[in-house]
Protein backbone atom coordinates (compact mmCIF):
# COMPACT_ATOMS: atom_id res chain seq x y z
CA UNK A 1 0.00 0.00 0.00
CA UNK A 2 1.64 3.27 -0.89
CA UNK A 3 1.34 6.47 1.47
CA UNK A 4 -1.10 7.79 -0.68
CA UNK A 5 -3.64 5.65 -0.08
CA UNK A 6 -2.55 4.22 3.65
CA UNK A 7 -4.81 5.19 6.55
CA UNK A 8 -2.09 4.94 9.20
CA UNK A 9 -0.19 7.45 6.82
CA UNK A 10 -2.77 9.85 6.35
CA UNK A 11 -3.27 9.65 10.44
CA UNK A 12 0.74 10.40 10.41
CA UNK A 13 0.30 13.63 8.31
CA UNK A 14 -3.27 14.67 10.27
CA UNK A 15 -2.30 13.90 13.44
CA UNK A 16 1.26 14.97 13.40
CA UNK A 17 -0.14 18.69 11.87
CA UNK A 18 -2.99 18.71 14.65
CA UNK A 19 -0.86 17.95 17.56
CA UNK A 20 2.13 20.41 16.15
CA UNK A 21 -0.09 23.09 15.04
CA UNK A 22 -2.66 23.06 16.87
CA UNK A 23 -5.89 22.70 14.03
CA UNK A 24 -6.64 20.91 11.86
CA UNK A 25 -4.74 19.98 8.37
CA UNK A 26 -8.00 18.92 6.49
CA UNK A 27 -10.95 21.96 6.09
CA UNK A 28 -14.17 19.79 7.17
CA UNK A 29 -14.36 16.63 9.68
CA UNK A 30 -14.92 13.62 7.78
CA UNK A 31 -12.46 14.20 4.80
CA UNK A 32 -9.94 11.51 4.68
CA UNK A 33 -6.69 10.30 2.57
CA UNK A 34 -8.55 10.21 -0.55
CA UNK A 35 -9.56 13.66 -0.70
CA UNK A 36 -6.35 15.01 0.70
CA UNK A 37 -4.50 12.93 -2.30
CA UNK A 38 -6.75 13.84 -5.21
CA UNK A 39 -8.84 16.55 -4.49
CA UNK A 40 -7.43 18.80 -1.81
CA UNK A 41 -6.80 22.18 -3.21
CA UNK A 42 -3.62 23.10 -1.28
CA UNK A 43 0.30 21.18 -2.02
CA UNK A 44 0.85 18.40 0.86
CA UNK A 45 4.74 16.30 0.51
CA UNK A 46 6.16 14.49 2.91
CA UNK A 47 9.96 13.18 3.24
CA UNK A 48 11.71 10.57 5.34
CA UNK A 49 14.88 10.97 8.07
CA UNK A 50 17.18 9.54 5.44
CA UNK A 51 20.41 10.98 5.82
CA UNK A 52 19.53 13.14 2.16
CA UNK A 53 15.60 12.79 2.88
CA UNK A 54 13.73 11.71 0.48
CA UNK A 55 10.15 12.07 -0.76
CA UNK A 56 7.39 9.37 0.48
CA UNK A 57 4.23 11.64 -0.13
CA UNK A 58 3.02 14.32 -2.69
CA UNK A 59 -0.23 14.83 -3.04
CA UNK A 60 -2.03 15.45 -6.23
CA UNK A 61 -1.93 19.90 -6.04
CA UNK A 62 1.93 19.23 -4.89
CA UNK A 63 2.40 16.67 -8.09
CA UNK A 64 0.80 19.47 -10.56
CA UNK A 65 2.60 22.37 -8.91
CA UNK A 66 6.11 20.72 -9.80
CA UNK A 67 4.93 18.36 -12.48
CA UNK A 68 6.05 15.14 -10.99
CA UNK A 69 4.21 12.41 -11.00
CA UNK A 70 4.03 10.07 -8.60
CA UNK A 71 6.52 7.83 -9.64
CA UNK A 72 8.86 10.71 -9.67
CA UNK A 73 8.15 12.28 -6.75
CA UNK A 74 8.47 9.72 -4.79
CA UNK A 75 12.16 8.30 -3.88
CA UNK A 76 13.44 11.48 -5.21
CA UNK A 77 15.45 13.61 -2.93
CA UNK A 78 13.39 16.41 -0.92
CA UNK A 79 16.28 19.10 -1.74
CA UNK A 80 16.13 18.73 -5.45
CA UNK A 81 12.83 20.84 -5.35
CA UNK A 82 14.70 23.78 -4.32
CA UNK A 83 17.52 25.62 -6.46
CA UNK A 84 20.85 25.48 -5.07
CA UNK A 85 21.08 28.80 -4.43
CA UNK A 86 18.49 28.09 -1.96
CA UNK A 87 19.16 25.02 -0.59
CA UNK A 88 20.91 26.73 2.41
CA UNK A 89 17.82 28.46 3.43
CA UNK A 90 15.65 25.35 2.79
CA UNK A 91 17.83 23.53 5.32
CA UNK A 92 17.65 26.27 8.34
CA UNK A 93 14.03 25.75 7.69
CA UNK A 94 14.36 22.37 8.17
CA UNK A 95 16.58 22.35 11.25
CA UNK A 96 14.03 25.42 12.90
CA UNK A 97 11.29 22.67 12.15
CA UNK A 98 12.95 19.85 14.20
CA UNK A 99 13.77 22.03 16.67
CA UNK A 100 10.50 23.66 17.06
CA UNK A 101 8.41 21.17 15.74
CA UNK A 102 6.94 23.24 12.76
CA UNK A 103 7.15 26.68 11.30
CA UNK A 104 4.39 28.78 9.71
CA UNK A 105 4.61 31.59 7.13
CA UNK A 106 7.55 30.16 4.92
CA UNK A 107 7.61 31.31 1.93
CA UNK A 108 10.85 30.54 -0.80
CA UNK A 109 10.91 29.88 -4.17
CA UNK A 110 10.42 26.35 -5.05
CA UNK A 111 12.05 24.82 -9.10
CA UNK A 112 9.27 22.03 -11.00
CA UNK A 113 10.46 19.35 -13.33
CA UNK A 114 10.81 21.77 -16.83
CA UNK A 115 12.52 24.41 -14.68
CA UNK A 116 9.88 26.93 -13.82
CA UNK A 117 10.44 28.31 -10.77
CA UNK A 118 7.30 29.45 -8.84
CA UNK A 119 6.81 30.90 -5.06
CA UNK A 120 5.70 29.47 -1.90
CA UNK A 121 3.62 31.55 0.34
CA UNK A 122 1.94 30.83 3.66
CA UNK A 123 4.12 27.60 3.96
CA UNK A 124 3.26 25.41 6.72
CA UNK A 125 6.08 22.84 7.77
CA UNK A 126 5.68 20.51 10.63
CA UNK A 127 7.70 17.11 12.17
CA UNK A 128 6.12 14.12 11.50
CA UNK A 129 5.40 12.26 14.94
CA UNK A 130 3.88 9.24 15.25
CA UNK A 131 2.01 8.21 18.62
CA UNK A 132 4.90 6.98 20.18
CA UNK A 133 6.55 9.36 19.55
CA UNK A 134 9.06 8.76 17.30
CA UNK A 135 10.09 11.32 14.23
CA UNK A 136 9.08 9.45 10.76
CA UNK A 137 10.02 12.73 8.61
CA UNK A 138 8.79 16.23 8.18
CA UNK A 139 6.03 17.65 6.08
CA UNK A 140 5.07 20.71 4.27
CA UNK A 141 1.58 22.83 2.87
CA UNK A 142 1.52 25.54 1.16
CA UNK A 143 -1.64 26.94 -0.98
CA UNK A 144 -0.59 26.87 -4.81
CA UNK A 145 -0.61 29.97 -6.63
CA UNK A 146 -3.13 31.74 -8.10
Known sequence: MRPADDPAF?????GSFLRLVGRPLLPEP?????????????AVLAHDTSADPLFVYANRA????FGY????????PSRLSAEAPERAERQRLLDAVA????????????VAKDGRRFPVTEGIVWQL??????????????PLPA
Open 10 to 14: FALLA
Open 30 to 42: GLGPDWLYASAPF
Open 62 to 65: AQRA
Open 69 to 76: TWEEFVGM
Open 99 to 110: RDGFVSGYAGIR
Open 129 to 142: VDEGGIVRGQAATF
